[in-house]
């Protein structure tokens, strides 16, 4: 019995992500639960996207992913559930959400649209899928429900990607929680961004405090930071802007 | 060996909950444990009591829940455990938090004031009996001890009820933290509030951003809310307010 | 298979903690993971040495306790793991975060740097040893590795102590989320703070609202509170200011 995985935008006032919990350890008893993150900023599937990317790779293999950020709940759009290459599973909304995690491990290996109501809730409620469908369908999954058993195989959305890059040219996929700016690239090298430079090093120590500096971050990916400060507020750049490498 | 949940107005930002689990596992180290929230307003019992009310159906029957919002720790209020009808055990202050919760699973069937020491962390602070009593008799009921075996039966304190009601006249029972409002109505329909008209719908992306909605939540109950936006901002409405149907 | 306690600065609006998880369970899957806080100020070890030190002695004998607040890493600061007198593993960097828990668990029994790379994740970020070499080696001890495999014998820095007195003369050691001022003093008696008085009480029903109050708390320190407001905002104190017994 594996691990099960929740990214949320529900944030943690409100009682949904424990009823998350509840609805897979009632079918799932054994499972071991691990939050990534339930602060995705309300209904940014782009950012909840990313943020799957960045954490599934430290997962155990074979581990369920429950991800909800899900603007269109209640409406036409598709619940899925899918396998990737390395053999973890992934269980939410068919709006882009899950497919850079997919891609990250090993690509999309097989996806289903769930449509097969008796692995879900007996009711469901048109505002909570988290809890209602994509929470037993993870369970299920868990236990070990073969992802062809629980609906009809469907070719995942993809309305955006996480295109990493050898650059020059790059742009901030994510701003963290600390004002760090993520870049779309892997390379180890000075940048440039909103007209200033931000000097390489291969470690915080290595900064002076408040110097803007670029180093490479867990992902892998080349990171705009300050020590001891904010990259976003010193900059005022934001997710999308570009970055370019020096050198 | 199975469930206990936690609900608190601890916050995360000190380590009193890790202590609550560390208290626990000590003592049924093989429980599984569940956070509902530990983000209730500091001391608001009838926040906490909603919140508790609004998680446990889904969780495991027959889970151990310790909830935790005890503005009269130290005094003489009494420390209580009962069960619920479904067989689910709560455990916390007897100020009214755990009755709700245990109304939604089929009532109190028994309840206890907690005066056997021996369950008890050996020596008890005044200010943490979260810690000292009431984590390590989840713990012990999570082992299988007899609720009787832990004091005296008891009558619970009713200070307050959540009164689902079919309208038309409901008020604000809790604002979330989004701002969607919750009210006590279990009806689908549209509703006015602070003079305002909230049109029904049966889901967020049928509304249009801004639009003040009514919809029927996750709890079966309808909540005002708007689309990519905040309800209590828009109609400064807070607990209590009254809310009419209309149709 | 025991607990894996994490106490960090990384907050959980990424996925670092979670990352941090995943490395834990893909070596010890059956490890029972507890957090004890992500909210440390960043950088602030004194402030991480404290909460760790809070919350060590509820946890279950034996533990293995991860904490990373670790302005160093990268630079030539050493990874360090340790056993306390309890017989509880503790694994992080070696800037005193780790000392005053060891302490309080009955010292330091043993104590390694982290030099044996075939416990660490294959390849090693510089910016991230939470989860690329303290999880993986937490995860290695609950799995029964033996400490003196990690690496060799080092003895601890220790840049700063929890220096706990009788008084009369103390100081506030931490202020909690709450505006409580956690003191270094043992002692049930009246304070003086910021020329204010401190009536004490044994537990917070006992007070007026609004009034500065001295009481135990559940670490069996004095704490100066207010009942139902903060004692920070109303005597403007902060760590390190001066606190005196009364009477």
């Known amino acids: 019995m594996g691990v ?3 990214l949320t935008d529900f944030g943690l006032a409100d009682t949904y992500v424990g009823q998350l919990k509840g609805a897979i ?3 799932a008893p054994a499972a071991t639960l691990v939050d990534l993150t339930h602060a995705v ?8 996207a990313f943020l799957l990317w960045t954490a599934v790779e430290a ?5 369920v992913h429950v991800a909800v950020v899900d603007p269109g709940v209640g409406s036409s759009r598709k619940a899925v559930a899918a396998r990737s290459g390395r053999g973890d ?3 939410g909304p068919d709006n882009g959400l899950l497919v850079p995690a997919l891609d990250r491990l090993g690509g999309c290996a097989e996806a289903v649209e769930l449509t097969q109501g008796q692995y879900w809730r007996q009711t469901q409620s048109s505002t909570f899928h988290g809890r209602d469908i994509f929470a037993p369908v993870a369970a299920h999954l868990a236990n070990g429900v073969a992802l062809a058993d629980l609906g009809q195989p469907v070719e995942l959305q993809r309305p955006f990607s996480v295109a990493i890059s050898d650059g020059p040219h790059g742009q901030v996929l994510h701003v963290d929680a600390y004002g760090n700016l993520i870049t779309n690239l892997r390379r180890a090298a000075s940048a440039s961004i909103q007209g200033q430079r ?3 090093v291969s470690h915080y120590a290595a900064a002076q405090p408040g110097e803007l500096i670029a180093l ?3 992902s892998g990916l080349l990171e705009i930071a300050v020590r001891d400060g904010s990259a976003a507020a010193l900059t005022g750049a934001v ?5 370019e490498l020096l050198n």
């Open 216 to 218: 490479v971050g867990s």
């Open 4 to 6: 099960v995985t929740l």
């Open 41 to 48: 900023p309300p209904q940014d599937v782009f950012a909840g």
């Open 59 to 63: 997962a155990p293999p074979g581990s």
């Open 198 to 200: 931000a000097r390489f």
């Open 239 to 243: 997710r999308g802007d570009a970055v």
């Open 89 to 91: 599973f992934f269980v």
């Open 25 to 27: 350890l009632t079918i």
